[in-house]
């Protein structure tokens, strides 16, 4: 276990330096050229940021570290969300030799919102690949990710409410269908993506059990690696509840994917 981290803070990694885009580090002192880990917090895509503690266990297991914030909703629509996460990666390859990690071995994890803005890169990896520096990811860890948006009947007003994701997309899912199929990881998946570690609770109440199957499900008929962990009693909240659990697994697997 790593013992001492570098910490920074409120790295400006696109225009809009006030909030969004910003990210911090965490870097493990004698590691010499290590995997970098990318967080993207969850909040509905409307609240909450960025938030090491929430990584530290990563960078004591001799992971580098971003923690990253992106527009809120409320600030700016779909697909400006998916802009940031994409240019995070980028900053993160123009910046590897600055801060010494590798650029070539980089795994992005979230829970929630932040696991869908994660599975999107993870699995959208031939759009990524359309300006240089590309924004390919090695590996994908996604927490209770909402993964389909374009049937929001089916969430019983739970994490989609009655606006049918209108929050984020602008309208309600069936007033736009094609951003709604647009913002879905499920819809984007090819056999160049990265290999996923989808986590979930079989009791979430906020996004069904089934996003997560469904993405598990699309992953293995494009040939790409894929492991589902249902934890048996867990909420949405597993990141509270589950902790050791989800932590135990998210090390395990980008310790095997970006070894």
């Known amino acids: 276990m790593v013992k001492e981290l570098l910490r920074f803070e409120n790295i400006a990694y696109g225009e809009d330096c006030i909030r969004a885009n910003l990210l911090d580090l965490l870097l493990p002192v004698g590691v010499e050229n290590p995997p970098l880990t990318i967080h993207f917090h969850g909040g509905g895509w409307q609240q909450f940021g960025k938030f090491l503690p929430d990584c530290e266990f990563l960078a004591r297991a001799g992971f580098a570290v971003i923690s990253a914030n992106y ?30 990690w590798d650029a070539t071995r980089i795994g992005v994890w979230g829970i929630s919102a932040g696991a869908h803005l994660a599975a999107l890169l993870g699995g959208n990896c031939v759009a990524a690949l359309e300006t240089e520096p590309s924004a390919q990811v090695q590996a994908a860890v996604c927490i209770c990710p909402p993964t389909d948006l374009t049937n929001a009947t089916d969430w019983k007003f739970t994490y989609a409410h009655e606006d049918g994701f209108s929050n984020l997309l602008g309208a ?30 079989d009791r979430d109440e906020l996004v069904p059990v089934h996003q997560a199957q469904v993405l598990h499900d699309t992953l293995e008929q494009h040939g790409v690696n894929s492991q589902l962990e249902i934890i048996a009693g867990g909420s949405h909240f597993i990141n509270e509840t589950h902790r050791e659990t989800w932590q135990n697994l998210t090390e395990k697997f980008f310790k095997h994917t970006l070894a």
């Open 71 to 100: 527009h809120y909703a409320q600030e700016a629509l779909f697909p400006a969300q998916y802009d940031d996460v994409q240019a995070v990666v980028r900053f993160a390859k123009t910046r590897a030799s600055e801060y010494g």
């Open 172 to 201: 309600h899912a069936a007033m736009r269908p094609d951003l709604a199929r647009a913002a879905s990881p499920v819809f984007g998946i090819s056999s160049v993506a990265a290999p996923f570690l989808i986590i979930h609770g």
